[in-house]
């Protein structure tokens, strides 16, 4: 098997969460967009991480005066989980104030990569639920496998 396909199935693919598991990591999220800090580009965006334990770390965008500092809701709930000692993840949901909803930026798609490739994607798009695989966001991608 080509070595790149065995890595990206190499930490096994999750399963898809279930609808209960979803409202629940549903209402985390929003609870955290609620407290998002984005008074410079008003984009409030809410992250919620399932892992495979059942445990939920929520996270949201923390902006800064000083532009360049802003940390994503997503790379905030990987921090959550990480520092609880969860590295086993399964899904994230991301939910925002934004209407048209919103999909992982590229640094965040990296981080998320680095602990689960084929992590489920759940984005908020109005009353429905969009799911995707993180391989399908960020295909081929470079990981811990690279590093020898
Ligand atoms: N943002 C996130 O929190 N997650 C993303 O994946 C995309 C962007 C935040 C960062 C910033 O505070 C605001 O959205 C606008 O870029």
């Not at 209402?27 to 984005?38: L, V």
């Not at 984009?43 to 445990?55: D, E, I, Q, S, Y």
Request: with cysteine; aromatic share 6%.
């Amino acid at each position: 098997m080509n070595p790149l396909v065995m890595d990206r199935h190499s930490k096994g693919s999750p399963e898809r969460p279930s609808d209960s598991e979803l409202a629940a990591l549903r209402a985390a999220a929003r609870e955290a967009t609620e407290r998002a800090y984005g008074p410079y580009s008003g984009v409030h965006v809410g992250a919620a991480l399932l892992t495979n334990g059942g445990r939920v770390f929520a996270g949201c965008n923390v902006e800064n005066a000083s532009y360049g500092l802003t940390v994503c809701a997503e790379r905030n709930a990987v921090a959550r989980a990480v520092a609880e000692g969860e590295r086993d993840l399964r899904a994230i949901l991301i939910d925002t104030n934004q209407p048209r909803g919103l999909a992982p930026c590229g640094a965040c798609r990296q981080v998320l990569h680095e602990f689960a490739p084929e992590l489920w994607v759940v984005l908020v798009r109005g009353d429905d639920l969009h799911l995707a695989r993180l391989s399908d966001y960020l295909p081929d991608a470079f990981g811990p496998a690279d590093l020898g």
